[in-house]
């Protein structure tokens, strides 16, 4: 079912003041409470208008359509925002940036606007090695990390998971992962939330959800999942890539990218299911289905934000067991050598797809907000009290992983960034094709041989992934990123290139 529309959407939607402004005025879409924000550089404007399909005599742009439907939810402040790497998703665009008042108690939470794959996220491991130390061994680390980590559809972790046991870790996210000894006591210091949300309740989880989740902690899954050796390639900001113990070009880190996989899937699902069922009952009205959802206070919408925080610590504990596989895969790499000799420490853990309670000014006056950020991550500047004490000189360090062979990012949180975007940033690259038009489009063989040219090893369970994951399908990182800096969502800091590459 398409997003409702105007008869005529172009004459809403008109440039900033800022080159990289695309403003969606109100009345592209019926009953839009607030206006839309895309921040875009003219390429990707031109993306986002091209996006134009008709139905029933109306046009429609999808990403722009579903970020101006995301602006009349009830409860929405100040903007509907798009970040540079938005593309179309499930009810709300990915990159789609959502907050709302918690004193409106008509105030809705919508499971559309945080994502099926909840708390996706990345988190970067430094080491003291160099992309020399690898020379020849590359392609046996990347052997020993794709016997090490259980990757793709329908993977199974080795850690030993019973219905008690995963109750516990989805309720205390890493402090037990820490307690079980798959973390050590840094890694929590540095993450997002230290790894846990409070307001985690298993009792708020399904059975299904459960059943689907007890195989798969410590598995990498598939589609854009990846774990990646990278190699620091430039620094932009000295005093700050110090800090985070990453200041030497050529030196290598980690990149981990992954989520809740089938458990925060089934939390999504069972909510949706249940939203509809409310919205029926309180006379909650949406331009599309896929933006259900449930007013903050009720029990529909309680009950859906403790099964998000249980998935949310879920994805940490994830994280956490494969950091733990990496260390175990490395130290064979490297024998006599422990994880701690490698300096095999957690950078930083950032969340994408979560919604999270924050005091954010609008209006010139401190509001209680439900931030959803869908395929967004988190910006905070620096002394800002969420971020750990390592980082409050500097900001926090924002993770932005790339497509496959392609540089990935660390930023930094600035103030501007909360100004503009309620403390937010890009996440990626963004896709530009889908995974069916990908497949028809590239081979896989061509694939390989661009990433063999670039030296990169490359361990993958499926040859459709490469199909659907390669550099074509997304756009260019270092181009969404610059938009980003441009803006003012967050001060470039490291720039990273992939040595190896595993995918599900």
Same mark, same amino acid.
């Given at each position: ?48 208008? =091209? ?19 995301? @602006? ?15 593309? %179309? ?7 789609n940036?959502?907050a ?19 708390n ?5 491991? /430094? %080491?003291?090695?160099?992309? /020399?130390d ?26 030993p ?12 996210g ?11 006591a ?9 790894g ?15 059943? /689907?989740?007890?195989p798969?902690l410590?598995?990498?899954?598939a ?33 981990c ?7 925060g899937?089934?939390?999504? %699902? ?21 933006l ?7 029990? %529909? ?29 490395f130290?064979?790499? =490297? ?81 501007t ?18 995974r @069916? ?59 990273? /290139? ?7």
């Amino acid at each position: 079912m398409p997003p409702k529309a105007a008869a005529d959407p172009e004459k809403f939607l008109r440039s900033g003041p800022n080159v990289h402004e695309l403003h969606i005025d109100i009345g592209m879409v019926p009953g839009m409470r607030v206006p839309g924000i895309c921040f875009v550089d003219e390429e990707m404007k031109r993306q986002l208008t =091209f996006d134009l399909r008709n139905s029933g005599g109306r046009k429609y742009f999808v990403s722009l359509a579903q970020v101006a439907n995301v @602006a009349c939810l009830p409860g929405i402040v100040k903007h509907s925002i798009g970040l540079p790497d938005m593309h %179309t998703g499930y009810g709300f665009s990915i990159g789609n940036i959502c907050a709302v008042d918690t004193a409106d108690p008509n105030a809705v939470v919508s499971p559309g606007g945080i994502g099926f794959d909840i708390n996706c996220g990345v988190r970067v491991i /430094r %080491t003291n090695l160099h992309e /020399r130390d690898l020379a020849d061994i590359k392609e046996q680390l990347a052997q020993s990390i794709f016997d090490h980590v259980p990757v793709g559809v329908g993977s199974e972790g080795i850690l030993p998971a019973t219905g008690p046991v995963l109750r516990s870790a989805i309720e205390h996210g890493m402090d037990w992962s820490l307690r079980e000894g798959y973390a050590w006591a840094e890694d929590k210091e540095h993450c997002e939330e230290y790894g846990r949300m409070l307001n985690a309740d298993a009792t708020a989880v399904s059975t299904r959800a459960m059943k /689907r989740g007890l195989p798969q902690l410590g598995t990498l899954g598939a589609g854009n999942h990846f774990i990646e050796v990278q190699a620091v390639e430039e620094i932009y900001d000295k005093r700050a890539a110090g800090r985070m113990g990453i200041d030497q070009l050529g030196q290598v880190v980690i990149m981990c990218h992954c989520g809740s996989r089938g458990f925060g899937h089934q939390i999504a %699902t069972d909510s949706l299911v249940a939203m509809e069922k409310h919205m029926a009952e309180q006379g909650i009205v949406v331009n599309d289905p896929q933006l259900a959802c449930a007013k903050i206070a009720s029990e %529909t919408g309680q009950a859906y934000l403790k099964g998000m925080a249980c998935a949310a610590n879920y994805a940490w504990v994830n994280r956490s067991s494969m950091t733990f596989l990496l260390r175990q895969a490395f130290m064979k790499m =490297f024998p006599g050598e422990t994880a701690d000799d490698l300096d095999m420490q957690v950078v930083y853990d950032v969340s994408h797809n979560v919604a999270k309670f924050e005091e954010h000014l609008v209006d010139g006056k401190p509001r209680s907000l439900l931030l959803h950020r869908k395929g967004s991550t988190r910006c905070f500047p620096p002394f800002h009290p969420s971020i750990p004490v390592d980082y409050q000189h500097i900001g926090q360090p924002v993770l932005i992983g790339g497509s496959m062979g392609t540089n990935s990012h660390i930023m930094l949180g600035n103030d501007t960034a909360m100004e503009k975007a309620f403390g937010s940033t890009c996440h990626g690259a963004g896709r530009n094709t889908s995974r @069916a038009a990908q497949r028809r489009e590239a081979d896989y063989r061509d694939v390989l041989a661009t990433l063999g040219e670039k030296g990169i090893a490359i361990r993958v369970a499926s040859p459709h992934l490469l199909m659907e994951e390669c550099a074509e399908a997304y756009k260019d990182v270092n181009q969404v990123v610059g938009v980003c800096q441009r803006v003012g969502l967050g001060t470039k800091a490291v720039k990273l /290139r992939p040595l190896i590459v595993v995918k599900g």
